[in-house]
């Protein structure tokens, strides 16, 4: 560790192997805290490298559970978080429409970090049970089109960094994994960054990995497509900048996407928009992030068409009988 310490220090850059071999070092407990600490600040204040992102994303997945869903076509909607937005459950809510339109969804997800209800603490609350249990992953996936794997039971390797990450209490490259190591790695998923320089190191990770991916952020610094102002889209197809309007949408303000100060007002949100009881911007909102999963997943660029799927979805409670039925599987 000293020796990757010096190097760091001197404006060096790991090797991908370096990387993994250090994260695998860390869960064997090989380096004492303060070298941890070290390495997570050293990284931090020159900013990570892909190829440093990738071994340690590397040592995550091999050090943790899988999932085997490798005959299925699904995809992952899913932020960084981090962006102290504190929107409603956006991307949870789009998934129930992405399977309401008829695709396979597998949503990695966790409590929320600057946010009050992240995705586990808005299911919880609706009484699911989390699981690594592959059979009843598989039955969910087969009987509702989505499954939904709460990271802690998955990703051990995180549980060896938890006290030096909470230590030193400010953001770390840590925080940028988690959208990475989706138990079953999708071939399909869209990842929200809430900076353009999250987005340029992921869209350089995902070719690198060759992955089918969209990575969009929005100009206020959302880690979603937030319709406050316009988002930039990139995708291994092609990459653009989208105003509300070509859409079809109105631009919304950011009030009007408050998550609540409870889990309790976060989940009200959540029903309303499935139940077709929310305000046109949350609807709006949750329908553009569903449209740019559909475009992926559906290798369709006309992001209207893919708005009029999500649309289909929710307004024919295609949505909320998909969510109905995961509550009763997982319960």
């Known amino acids: 560790m000293k020796q990757y310490l010096l ?25 004492a805290e303060p070298q941890i600490a070290a390495l997570l600040m050293g990284i931090q204040q020159r900013g990570i490298r892909v190829d440093e992102f990738l071994g340690f994303r590397d040592a995550l997945l091999e050090t943790g559970t899988h999932i085997d869903f490798d005959d299925e076509n699904t995809i992952d909607i899913v932020g960084t978080g981090g962006d102290g937005k504190n929107t409603f459950n956006i991307s949870t809510c789009a998934a129930f429409v992405i399977a309401g339109a008829g695709y396979k969804v597998t949503k990695h997800g966790n409590g ?8 586990s603490n808005l299911l919880q609350h609706h009484g699911v049970r989390f699981s690594s249990d592959p059979d009843l992953q598989r039955r969910s996936l087969d009987q509702t089109g989505i499954a939904y794997f709460h990271a802690p039971l998955f990703a051990h390797g995180m549980k060896h960094v938890g006290g030096t990450r909470k230590a030193i209490s400010i953001p770390t490259f840590f925080n940028l994994l988690g959208p990475m190591i989706n138990p079953c790695q999708p071939k399909n998923t869209l ?8 987005l340029r190191l992921y869209t350089s990770v995902h070719h690198a990995l060759g992955d089918n991916f969209g990575v969009v952020t929005s100009y ?17 197809q092609f990459e653009d900048v989208f105003s509300p309007s070509q859409l079809g949408m ?19 949100i959540f029903d309303s928009v499935l139940e077709g009881r929310s305000s046109e911007a949350q609807r709006n909102v949750v329908l553009a992030n569903a449209a740019c999963a559909i475009s992926i997943i559906s290798h369709n660029d006309d992001l209207p ?9 929710l307004e024919a409670g295609r949505a909320l009988n998909v969510f109905k039925k995961f509550i009763e599987i997982n319960s």
Request: charged residues 20%.
């Open 220 to 236: 206020d610094g959302y880690d979603e497509v937030s319709l406050t102002g316009s988002f930039r889209f990139y995708t291994r």
């Open 112 to 119: 929320g970090s600057t946010s009050v209800s992240g995705a």
């Open 7 to 31: 190097n760091i220090m001197s404006g060096g850059t790991l090797t991908r192997q370096e990387a993994h071999d250090i994260l695998i070092g860390i869960t064997e407990q090989r380096y």
């Open 250 to 268: 109105q631009e919304v303000l950011p009030s009007e996407l408050f998550g609540g100060n409870t889990i309790q007002e976060a989940s009200r």
């Open 305 to 313: 068409a893919c708005v009029a799927e999500a649309r289909e979805s």
């Open 191 to 198: 990842h929200g960054t809430a900076t353009l320089d999250q």
